[in-house]
């Protein structure tokens, strides 16, 4: 299968300018796991921008915590 690296970008919330995986849905979900983080798209639009990617910080989010 092709990457539809064009397609994505249309929905890739990231903000980290410099990412060469935008787009890329497969490689940034390996990335991120492998580091045991979550992609950006899995936040809010205000704890994406903090680059905290960690599940620790998903879960908070999810159970109310402050993010």
């Known amino acids: ?3 539809q690296q064009d397609d994505n970008l249309q929905f890739c919330t ?16 390996q990335y991120h796991l492998k580091a045991r983080q979550l992609p ?3 936040f809010p639009p205000e704890a994406e921008r903090t680059y905290d990617r960690s599940f ?9 915590g402050s993010g």
Do not use: K, N, W
């Open 14 to 29: 990231c903000t980290y300018d410099s990412c060469p995986r935008q787009g890329m849905c497969c490689q940034c979900i």
């Open 40 to 42: 950006g798209c899995c």
């Open 56 to 64: 620790e910080h998903f879960a908070r989010l999810v159970l109310g």
């Open 1 to 3: 299968m092709e990457c």
